[in-house]
């Protein structure tokens, strides 16, 4: 979300003409909005509004996305002021994911009459990012019946007549276009990297952001989401290029849980071939049991009783906070509709030309996901990828080395993975 402008606003002052320094006032309303925020009291932040604020900016708005943005960029870990002038303070607001500049208005009830965020840029100006000349990139913004779905289209610079096109689908959690996700870490961009290496191979992409997350927005609500809600959100792009005359052919780029989307997104759509890459062979509850090995045996115990309601379609509401983040009352749906999927048998089913790819130190899902797919699906081809992590970098297996690149946009993609699925994708009819 680059491009974020948080608040709708409307300022109400007088302007002045020369910065000054902190008012004590501001001192203590971004102090407050910094405490609201990171315990999720969006309703608390709401009241600080001016009655004008709430006009152009009511509470069923400022709500969801609010929480998207704490879902993508995480808690407020600091504000530093940084000017004011005219009425409006700025302030270096820090997030776990990312910095931004908070600027804050109040009126003289010391209410707020603005509230909104500006990328942060440093001292000296951030450093621009270098132009690619062989690649050319613009916005894509598709309308859904609740909501909107956001993403990039990537071509090659020289491109002439019609070009094949993939459609990345993002891993699971709050992953964005770019491929990152907050809370697993991961901030080096791999699906623009991955998108920029196949416009130099003269295939086009297109990557999205995930429901929820970035730019894309909609009316469910996250205690609502389904693996069905992210398959149609990719049925939606499988439809808008397929009409698109720029493109000979569809080709779908499943990553982690983004292969599993796929799968049923792909089922009698106009797609001409499936990539599965760093798919996970088991279903979600033994996944998820398999995770709990290493929490103590109450919280294991707690998630496996949940996980048995789910199976009988029962919701559990009194559940341990210790667990919230994995099986709290807001991911039951998704749990539900996650572990009544088996890859091996949607992999089996594909009737389209698909490739399995996997990366040997790949620590999310391991080695043996992608043999079992392979056999699962023997006549689809298996690129196995020797020393490629999750996030498709060449990575040792040492768990602290492997992370580590999970923030390095400098480092290149495996080799060997681009001409790989360039291949297929040119093969595929």
Known sequence: MKRIALFLFIVLFIAKTYAQAEPANYRV????????????????????FSPEMKT?????????????????????????????????????????????????????????????LTPYKGETGAPQEAVDPDVTESPILQKTLGGQI???????????????????????????????????????SPYKTLAHDLAKKGIASVRYDKRLVGESTSVTKESQLRVDDYSDDAVTMIGLLNDDPRFSKVVLFGHGEGALVGMIACIGQPVKGFIAAECASEQGDKILMNEMKSKPSYQADEVKTILD?????????????????IAGPSKQNFLMSWCRLVPIRGIKGMKIPTLIIQGSTDLV?????????????????????????????????????????????????????????????????
Do not use: W
């Open 309 to 325: 309601s789910l199976r009988k379609g029962k919701m559990t509401d009194n559940v341990d906070p210790a667990i919230y983040n």
């Open 365 to 429: 899902v391991t080695e043996d996901n992608g043999e079992k797919l392979k056999k699962a699906k023997s006549d689809a081809p298996y690129l196995l990828v020797k020393g490629m992590n999750h996030i498709f970098k060449d990575a040792p297996a040492d768990p602290d080395q492997n992370a580590a690149t999970y923030t390095k946009a400098d480092v290149p993609l495996s080799a060997t993975l681009v001409p790989g699925i360039a291949d297929f994708v040119n093969r595929v009819k």
């Open 29 to 48: 309303a971004v102090a407050k909005f910094k405490t609201f925020y990171n315990t999720s009291q969006v309703d608390s932040i709401f009241k600080m």
């Open 56 to 116: 152009v900016l009511p509470l069923e708005t400022f709500k969801p996305t609010t929480n998207q943005l704490k879902q993508q960029y995480g808690e407020l870990q600091a504000t530093e002021f940084v000017s004011y002038s005219g009425s409006i303070a700025v302030y270096k607001a820090t997030f776990k994911g990312s910095i931004f500049l908070l600027n804050l208005s109040l009126s003289d009830k010391n209410t707020l009459n603005g509230l909104f």
């Open 150 to 188: 956001a993403g990039t289209l990537t071509m090659p610079a020289s491109a002439s007549g019609k070009i094949p096109v993939v459609l990345i689908v993002g891993d699971s959690g709050p992953t964005d276009r770019e491929g990152n996700n907050v809370k697993t870490g991961i901030t080096c």
